[in-house]
């Protein structure tokens, strides 16, 4: 008997709790609990309330997930503003 797919979703976190889990709500306002998996948690990536993350949820379970993907941000980052260097005398 083949697995079922798991079901491909995007959230927002919503809630950083212990023990690396995320209260995550979907697009269509359901609200997750989710975990970093596979490659986020080896590559160290770093996730934080208010990011947009891609989830990966079973179709048995429908409140939970693993996060998958963290998406980058639209905004460009802050550009640093370079003082000339004075000499001293």
Known sequence: MAKEEMLEMEGVV??????????VELTNGASVLAYAGGKVVRHRIRILAGDRVSLEISPYDLTRGRISFRHKDERPAPVQVRRPQYKKR
Request: charged content about 20%.
């Open 14 to 23: 919503q809630e950083v709790l212990p023990n690396t889990q995320f209260r």
